[in-house]
């Protein structure tokens, strides 16, 4: 039985290392795990983020809406009451809590020394003389303020009998003033809020009484003892005492403001979150009848009871669960069927793959935000942000392809519904569209003014099917403009990372590259101008004949910029570098020359990496040769003699063949600039015959093999050189006060046409 096991094992482990990865064809065993595992988490993560309801599917409602159907209490649940509510309530609570204050039993004997304190700076004052207000009204200042006596009060202090009787009348008044009465400053009683204070006596106990029987202290306050007990003194004296005591005695209550904030703090969280009760089967909103303010409440009481008991994981749970899963996975597993049949090389590479998870992923994370955020209506999920990444990586083809699975897919999570796909599917298909030349940025600013039409569509035709107001439409179209522009700066910022992760190149980094202020164009410019002004003449052609073929001009323009950047170390072996009468070729073996010739396409693809750019602009490096051979060497070497020694590779550029459109028209465009230059007679016909003798020799040397160039293109390509050139090499007026040529020997009509292919020498 072990050995059974143990066999079974051998056999499982000889296939998993029998695995190849699929060059050839990325549908191998080892190729799809990964693409597979990517789908599996793309659809884990969409699970987590929209976790399936349970038993009980919560109908999509909104205060305003009517109600498509009856919603109806699954189970008893309490109904909560509104954040704002409950804030108002609570503040209520607290403020309806007595502050709460001290009685200092102390007070009466404080008040005592402060007022004899008072009393007796009159005592200072010369006797017998008639003591002027001035000094009087100085002296009786308090803390810089006056109390507010009068003349005869003040000529009162100022005579010894007058402060004698005060001073019997303050010791005697003070006990039963303080005993009766619960004061606080004037000041401090006006700002209290409330209407009751709660007064805690010294033996513990505490009594809430009204806050008008708080006697205010003020000059002149009146205190219903202090009154009572005046009527005893002489008119004058009584009047000093009813006017000096309620300003000077201190308060008999100590306020408590710790204590206070603890009591208030209490009430709020007394005060009950929750004020009623759903029974099972109790009807909440009934079918077509708009819902009110209340019932929402309940509803969204009802949602969070639902999240509560979603806390324990069921088997009910489980099911929905997998059944989700599996539906995300079939979409997801669909859309990468598409790509194996209709977008191989998206396929076949995994770092595209990867990319377009990471987008898919994305969008939907963004979904299931927008989709907790109740203000937020659920069609404002920005889809086009992955319409507008994917068209910009790719090309618009692929992004209207996302679109639709993307849009399907995320409209299908929760109860996202019906509005996420139609804003999803003409938003995104319009940011699709519209990128098919991003050369600018400001360019991105007509994708969002798409993308918002399209969303305003979407809108206009939902609004027609639901009987939107034209308020709500007009709150939809800005939810749809914010969706837009949120999707369209996000794109903006998103793609350097993305391009970078996924190895693609955009046309915003081709517009970047052809600045011919890089380092390395501008190097080329004064290590070998000739190789320069070369580069650009072919960039001109490849640029006009890419774009008439329908290929991406600006990536020939920017790979016919660099392609000969291998000349940079030794500029003076390639001719168009070389002062006249010097050749240092003349000194080497046609093998050796070979070999220098041939090596500037590997030194340009070092210098293009060591540079940074990107394998697109490399691909024109390597294959602008192709596997031709260098002609002008290999027959000097049989001209000189056997040449047995050499191998017919050693005359051959390393290649690859051109396997594009743009990197054959570069070949191309590279032959046809050489041999323009020794044209003697430069007419259309004269170089409609070369760019005829050129393309038929590279389709005879298979040089074309690789690329879907038709015989259409190229004669498509043959008139824009022709046109280029003739642009270029056109007639100039010999003026005849100043003549700049010197006297050359032409060719005859009838001679023989210039030889194509350029000598390196």
């Known amino acids: 039985m072990m050995a059974g096991w143990v066999e079974m094992g051998r056999s499982v482990v000889k296939k998993v290392a029998a695995w190849r990865s699929g060059v050839e064809d990325p549908a191998g065993l080892r190729d799809l795990v990964p693409r597979v595992a990517l789908i599996g988490l793309l659809a884990l993560l969409t699970l987590v983020l929209f976790p399936p309801p349970g038993g009980y599917k919560m109908v999509a409602v909104r205060v305003g809406v009517v109600a498509p159907e009856d919603i109806i209490a699954p189970f008893d649940f309490p109904v909560r009451r509104a954040e704002e509510a409950l804030t108002r309530l609570q503040e209520e609570a607290a403020h309806s809590v007595a502050p709460v204050y001290t009685l200092r039993t102390t007070a009466a004997d404080s008040a005592a020394v402060r007022l004899l304190a008072f009393i007796d700076r009159f005592e200072r004052l010369p006797q017998g003389e008639a003591i002027e207000l001035d000094r009087l009204e100085q002296v009786s200042r308090v803390e810089g303020r006056s109390l507010g006596l009068r003349a005869v009060e003040l000529r009162a202090l100022a005579d010894p009998e007058s402060r004698d009787r005060l001073r019997a009348f303050i010791r005697q008044a003070l006990p039963a003033i303080y005993s009766e009465h619960r004061m606080l400053g004037a000041e401090a009683l006006a700002q209290m809020p409330g209407t009751q204070i709660a007064v805690r006596e010294p033996d513990g106990s505490e009594e809430i009484i009204p806050k008008d029987e708080v006697v205010a202290l003020e000059a002149g306050a009146e205190i219903p003892v202090l009154d009572r007990l005046a009527a005893s003194l002489d008119p004058e004296t009584g009047r000093l005492a009813l006017q000096l005591i309620p300003a000077l005695a201190p308060s008999n209550l100590e306020a408590r403001p710790a204590l206070t904030a603890v009591r208030r703090e209490e009430a709020r969280r007394a005060v009950s979150p929750i004020r009623g009760e759903v029974l099972r089967g ?435 390509v043959e008139a824009k050189f022709v046109g280029v050139l003739t642009g270029i090499h056109h007639h100039r007026i010999d003026y005849p006060t100043l003549s700049l040529h010197a006297p050359e020997v032409r060719d005859d009509a009838a001679g023989p046409l210039p030889s194509v292919g350029r000598s390196p020498a």
């Open 282 to 716: 109790e009807l909440i909103v009934g079918a077509h009848t708009r819902v009110t303010q209340e019932q929402a409440q309940k509803l969204a009481s009802l949602s969070r009871e639902i999240d509560r008991r979603r806390g324990g994981f069921t088997a009910e749970d489980a099911r929905a669960g997998l059944g989700t899963l599996f539906l995300n996975m079939a979409l997801l597993s669909l859309f990468g069927f598409y790509l194996y049949l209709y977008r191989r090389d998206v396929f076949a590479d995994l770092r595209a793959v990867s990319v377009l998870v990471l987008v898919w992923g994305l969008v939907t994370g963004l979904a299931a935000f927008v989709h907790r955020v109740e203000s937020v209506p659920d069609y404002a999920v920005p889809i086009s942000l992955g319409s507008v990444l994917v068209a910009v990586l790719w090309d618009a083809r692929l992004s209207a392809v996302v679109t639709l699975f993307l849009a399907i897919y995320v409209s299908a999570q929760g109860d996202l519904g019906f509005p996420l796909l139609w804003t999803g599917l003409l938003g995104g298909l319009a940011g699709s569209w519209s990128v098919r030349c991003i050369r600018r940025r400001t360019h991105f600013y007509e994708t969002l003014l798409f993308i918002t039409a399209g969303h305003a569509l979407a809108l206009a035709g939902l609004a027609l099917t639901s009987f939107w107001g034209w308020t709500d439409f007009g709150i939809a179209v800005g939810w749809g403009t914010l969706s837009a522009a949120l999707a369209v700066f996000l794109a903006m910022g998103l793609l350097p990372v993305l391009e970078w992760a996924s190895g693609r190149t955009t046309d915003l980094t081709l517009l970047e590259l052809a600045d011919l202020n890089r380092p390395l164009l501008k190097q080329l410019l004064l290590e070998a101008p000739g190789t320069y002004h070369h580069s650009i003449i072919v960039g001109n052609l490849a640029e006009a004949a890419a774009e008439e073929i329908g290929g991406n001009s600006l990536l020939a323009r920017v790979g016919a910029y660099y392609h000969d950047i291998g000349k940079i170390p030794r500029p003076e072996y390639f001719v168009e570098n070389q002062r006249q009468g010097w050749n240092p070729h003349n000194a080497l073996p046609p093998e050796a020359s070979a070999r220098i010739v041939s090596r500037h396409v590997q030194d340009g693809v070092t210098l293009a990496r060591a540079a940074g750019l990107p394998e697109r602009v490399i691909d024109f490096i390597r294959e602008h040769h192709g596997t031709t051979r260098l002609t002008y060497f290999w027959q000097k070497a049989e001209e000189e003699g056997p040449v047995a020694s050499c191998s017919p590779g050693d005359f051959v550029y390393p290649g690859p063949c051109p396997g594009s459109k743009e990197t054959a028209v570069v070949m191309l465009a590279d032959s046809v600039e050489a041999a323009s230059r020794v044209v003697r007679e430069p007419t259309p016909d004269r170089f409609r015959e070369v760019v005829r003798r050129i393309i038929e020799m590279k389709l005879d040397e298979h040089q074309l093999d690789k690329t879907d160039l038709t015989f259409r293109d190229l004669a498509i």
